[in-house]
């Protein structure tokens, strides 16, 4: 599809612009109910400016490149790849990842929800702890659960994933050094990624904020009985590898340790910035 005008005008203003310091890969498919959530979470981002935003939309039957054409048209910071197939999400995030043009790239989900200074405080930590792979504290809520809502909310009645899967952010060289995402599999690509940077002694890090809402809800892959054959097919893929398919321990370990911390010190409101 050939760019309007205004799309060019704003891509070569955006061109003569400092490069975006971390560009967030969101794949959206048949998520046309989420979509008005999702970008107004991004334009809440304290980092929005610094920040590049790529939608990848493989052929979703819900047409949310209608919806994204229009934004991405408004903000030369955000880009839409639109494929005229299918493809699995670890190969849409090897896509946004190849398109990238930040020093650092992450992932969100189109469910889930991220904390208004998440970008920011993300950049910050790994580029002043040099940090190679980093997540953050991330807690499991209904689907529609908002920061607003947490505000109030004790910690210690939050659940905290141990896993990093739902949000993590790496620096984009790593496509040259570690390799990119396992895209022969279906839900264990994450797992993969993080298992291949642990292997690799890479600089792992954990920011101790709780900064994602990971989002909980019937009919998600991982509850139902397809997840049983994708996670079959997945470990016959994870068999083949040299190194052990497991979670870092180290993450894992601050997790709980920051968990475990955050009750005994206690009656502190989450790590919410007022930036909504």
């Keep these: 599809m050939l760019a309007s005008e205004s799309e060019l005008i704003l891509y070569a203003l955006w061109m003569n612009e400092p490069p975006p310091e971390i560009s967030v ?32 939309e493989p052929a979703s039957p819900g047409g949310e490149r209608i919806l994204l054409e229009p934004f991405c048209s408004k903000h030369a910071n955000c880009r839409l790849l639109a494929l005229d197939e299918r493809v699995r999400l670890y190969s849409a995030w ?42 953050v504290l991330i807690t499991k809520q209904l689907l529609g659960t908002d920061w607003p809502e947490l505000e109030g909310r004790r910690t210690r009645a939050l659940t905290l994933s141990t896993r990093p899967g739902p949000f993590f952010a790496w620096r984009r060289e790593l496509k040259d050094t570690l390799g990119m995402f396992e895209d022969r599999m279906l839900i264990a690509g994450d797992k993969d990624f993080w298992a291949r940077a642990a292997d690799a002694r890479l600089r792992i890090g954990l920011v101790p904020g709780i900064l994602y809402i990971y989002s909980k809800h019937p009919g998600q892959l991982s509850k139902d009985r397809e997840s049983e054959k994708a996670k079959a097919a997945d470990l016959k893929i994870a068999n083949e590898k040299s190194y052990p398919h497991v979670w870092p321990e180290s993450i894992q370990r601050e997790v709980r340790y920051q968990r475990m911390l955050q009750y005994f010190i206690g009656w502190q409101r989450v790590n919410c910035a007022s930036a909504y």
């Excluded at 048949?30 to 991004?42: C, F, G, T, V």
């Excluded at 090897?94 to 950049?123: K, Y």
């Design 25 to 56: 890969i969101i794949s959206t498919y048949n998520d046309r109910a989420l979509l008005e959530k999702k970008l107004n979470e991004i334009l809440r981002q304290t980092f929005f400016d610094r920040a590049e935003f790529i939608f990848v």
């Design 94 to 135: 090897n896509l946004g990842w190849e398109a990238a043009q930040g020093e650092f790239v992450c992932i969100s989900n189109m469910d889930d929800s991220m904390h208004p200074d998440l970008l920011r405080q993300v950049t910050d930590e790994m580029r002043s702890n040099q940090w190679d792979l980093a997540s």
